[in-house]
């Protein structure tokens, strides 16, 4: 039977890594920044396994007839809010969870090897390492490899990672011991591009790194925090931060996170999907709100028993309003970029050029396409 070796392209979540008995997958970085496996043939027995757990491989959505519900979310907890990317419902879920007896896997910012990275969480103190965002790909093969079947789990996880590990679970046979938590995602960027961000920024092994800040307020949190024994540097994205210009600018994501991402909006393989609640209704809130959507009656019910928010219904349409709807456009500018991040250009350069080329090829089309067809719709409407 073939392997994932057959794939040129996947989400990187590491699943098959942990399924394979022979150890023939390793996860590296590859040459454009993001996590791939590679299959050693000569341990690989053919048995499959990597492609029955595999996200990629299915293009369909597992369990996409659910019954899905809205809730706008925050933790009453005002410490736990104000360190928390939204309204802090993530945290709580897993402090909730750790008190039922469930061990959390969920991501930190490891200092030493300078990447984002899944771990094990057993005690809140430990949980403490998880919060906030990480606009980064995540290193899974460790955290993913350590799951028992006689232990129960609450995993938090992009919506792909999530999605090859509800198939990991049901494979196993351990469905009933996992609660499954995935986030609204925009993608992943390049790690050549955290890379040469950091050393631009002088700071190529901070003490501490936080992506989302609000001291600003909730709406103005696009901003980037380094910390390290002498100082604290503050970069923001409405003062022009380059990390966030590229990445919320689609300039260097994943090849499947232009093409193959179908888990927009409300399309899930989890229990309880989670993220900020932009939109009209709460924003002149600057505390942060959690837009909350449940697909599982175990994640509903979990869910309803988090005592230590605040929960209010809202409609889908809601809690979706402002999240992305579809895969993220490569823009004119992605293969200059790709190119550039590997070589010995700088971030203020490749941008100069990149919002130029973006600017004729993608604004000035987009442009004249969206003014010629409300020309044409006046004509036709008289």
């Given at each position: 039977m073939r392997n994932i070796s057959v794939f040129d392209a996947c989400y990187g979540c590491g699943v098959c890594h942990a399924v394979c008995a022979a150890k023939a997958i390793s996860m590296k970085t590859n040459d454009n920044g993001f996590r791939k496996p590679y299959v050693d043939e000569d341990k690989c027995t053919g048995c499959g396994l990597c492609v029955k757990v595999c996200a990629f491989n299915d293009k369909s959505l597992l369990d996409a007839d659910q019954t899905v519900r809205g809730y706008a979310a925050y933790s009453n907890d005002e410490a736990v809010r104000y360190a928390c990317?939204?309204?802090?419902?993530?945290?709580?879920?897993?402090?909730?969870?750790?008190?039922?007896?469930?061990?959390?896997?969920?991501?930190?910012?490891?200092?030493?090897?300078?990447?984002?990275?899944?771990?094990?969480?057993?005690?809140?103190?430990?949980?403490?390492?998880?919060?906030?965002?990480?606009?980064?790909?995540?290193?899974?093969?460790?955290?993913?490899?350590?799951?028992?079947?006689?232990?129960?789990?609450?995993?938090?996880?992009?919506?792909?990672?999530?999605?090859?590990?509800?198939?990991?679970?049901?494979?196993?046979?351990?469905?009933?011991?996992?609660?499954?938590?995935?986030?609204?995602?925009?993608?992943?960027?390049s790690d050549l591009l955290w890379k040469k961000y950091l050393r631009e920024y002088g700071l190529p092994s901070p003490d501490e790194v936080k992506w989302r800040d609000k001291r600003t307020g909730w709406h103005d949190s696009w901003n980037m925090i380094f910390r390290d024994k002498c100082q604290e540097t503050t970069s923001l994205m409405s003062k022009g931060d380059l990390f966030y210009k590229f990445f919320l600018g689609n300039r260097c994501l994943g090849k499947a996170c232009y093409d193959d991402c179908k888990y927009k909006m409300g399309n899930s393989a989890a229990d309880i999907r989670i993220g900020d609640l932009w939109g009209t209704k709460y924003q002149h809130d600057e505390n942060g709100v959690s837009g909350v959507l449940t697909f599982t009656e175990k994640g509903e019910e979990l869910f309803n028993q988090l005592d230590t928010c605040t929960i209010i219904p809202e409609g889908i349409e809601v809690v979706t309003e402002s999240q992305m709807k579809k895969c993220p456009k490569r823009p004119s500018s992605f293969k200059y970029v790709m190119a550039s991040l590997k070589a010995n250009v700088s971030l203020t350069e490749i941008n100069s050029h990149a919002s130029r080329k973006e600017f004729y090829f993608d604004v000035i089309p987009f442009r004249i396409g969206y003014y010629s067809r409300r020309i044409i719709e006046k004509i036709l409407c008289k």
């Open positions: 990317s939204s309204g802090g419902v993530g945290f709580e879920l897993a402090r909730l969870a750790l008190s039922m007896g469930y061990k959390v896997c969920a991501v930190r910012y490891n200092t030493a090897k300078q990447y984002a990275e899944h771990f094990m969480a057993e005690s809140v103190e430990e949980l403490k390492q998880s919060r906030g965002s990480k606009y980064i790909q995540s290193h899974t093969e460790e955290a993913f490899s350590c799951f028992k079947r006689d232990e129960k789990y609450l995993v938090i996880g992009s919506p792909c990672q999530i999605d090859s590990l509800r198939r990991y679970t049901r494979l196993r046979k351990m469905e009933q011991n996992f609660i499954l938590v995935d986030f609204f995602c925009h993608g992943v960027p």
